[in-house]
């Protein structure tokens, strides 16, 4: 589970500051004003950590990607070529990492971890990315245990040198040379481990932020379209798809698995999970997904909608419908451990259904699986105002704890982008609320009052009575 994150020079953002990660972190602010960048930044990590091109520090994407940066100049604040990116973040282990030094003999003990790095356009033709550095650092209760990384040499676009805090590292004897460029943006390569008697954990430290993002999954805001008959050939898909396209695949792939939606209480077939969120939204009373046949590998979704006995399609049964399900699925679907980033969840739903939503995100971070908590991350952009006030006052309520929502808003009054943290008390105020926040209500109040004001004036100064009276 992601704790921390901050990200400069990248889009809009000279610097994030400090965002502090909690198990629903929620994102709001005006169009363009830099929310949705945060998101797309991970996304590149992600897509970087799994691009098959281990000499790339940022793979921007492609065409089946989930986000699509471009070049580098398209990418960096200001378009200034001359900015560099740098970013960190500190994430918590699912298991603790463990080894030993076999020089002396010192064990370390690890259940979080930081990382930090820079890169921009390095190399005398200035269009080729080099990363200038790279540092871990190994947590044990938040106290720092060791930290090693990679410097830059500089001048010289593939020569580094690691260093390392807490940690002597001991070089193999032999001449003195100094190993290739990282993997990607993240990565210790082979040499380190070959010049160093004592370096083979760095190995480790590759594979728990290659976890990391792999655990990381995103819903964008533009979903696909119900269809009347869906094909699964028994394969399980890792999400939902980047617009639910494997929606119902998930579904049906996790059939025999069972959710608790908390602590003592009574674990459910995924699939009646998922029907008893709908209905708990007020957007249908049953729901069901059947072959249409022995003989073939097509399924239909039937729902039967509130006040109807009918049973009907799932494109039959309105678009919010269709537009949610994706949600609930990749909420429940995702493995233990996941972060889950998603982009508008609310869309196309009626309010009160939005702020059913927060409630159901709420079970989503307390759900647990085979006796053991699912300890899933939900990262969400939002415009919802019923959403935030449900989880406020889930707040007052003590429905969820304080501490496990965080909350920022993003403001393009100035420029470069800021990044302002919402203060949340514990009884679910927000005691430093952005001027115009959700737009201005008591604006929109005034000027009406002020309108309606002035016509009757206007229908008394002609003799016309007031209907109203």
Known sequence: MLKQLRIKN??????????????????????????????????????????????AVFYPGGKNSAVQLGSYQEMVFHHDPQNRIAFEYRWSLADVLKFRDPVSGQSFCADGMAFQAEAGLGGKDQHTLALDHLQYELLEDEASKLSIGMQRKSGARSEYRVDAVNYSL???????????????????PDEVVAYHQN?????????????????????????????????????????????GEYTVAAILAARKRKISLGYQRPAKPFEQIIAIKLKEMRLIEEFKVSPISE????????????????????????????QVLPVLVQCFHAPPGSIILMEQPEIHLHPSAQAALADVMIDVINSRENGADRNIQLLVETHSEHFLRRLQRRIAEGRVPQNKV???????????????????????????????????ELD???????????KRQQQADVGIPDESA
């Not at 193999?172 to 943006?185: D, E």
């Not at 039937?302 to 049964?317: E, H, I, M, N, Q």
């Not at 800021?418 to 115009?436: A, M, R, S």
Request: proline residues 5%; aromatic residues 14%; charged residues 25%.
């Open 295 to 322: 003989q073939r590998q097509e399924y239909e979704v039937k729902v039967r909608t509130r006040g109807s006995r009918d049973w009907v399609d799932l494109p039959d049964a309105g678009f919010g419908i269709s």
């Open 170 to 188: 001991k070089r193999k004897l032999g001449r003195v040379w100094y190993p290739g460029a990282p993997v990607r943006f993240y990565g210790f």
């Open 10 to 55: 990248f889009k809009a953002w000279k610097d994030t500051g400090a965002i502090r990660m909690a198990p629903i972190t929620l994102f709001f602010g005006a169009n363009s004003s830099g929310k949705s960048s945060i998101g797309q930044f991970l996304m590149m990590l992600k897509q970087t950590v799994e691009s098959p091109d281990r000499k």
């Open 406 to 440: 965080s909350a920022y808003f993003s403001g393009i009054a100035r420029k470069p982008a800021t990044l302002k943290p919402l203060e949340i008390d514990i009884f679910g105020n927000i005691l430093n609320w952005p001027e115009n926040f959700f737009g201005d």
């Open 444 to 454: 929109d109040f005034t000027e009406r009052a002020r309108a309606v004001m002035k």
């Open 199 to 243: 370096a083979d954990f760095v190995q480790a430290l590759n594979l728990r932020h290659e976890k990391l993002f792999r655990s990381l999954s995103y819903l964008g805001p533009i979903r696909t379209r119900a269809e009347r008959l869906y094909s699964w050939t028994g394969i399980e898909p890792e999400s939902v798809g980047h617009t």
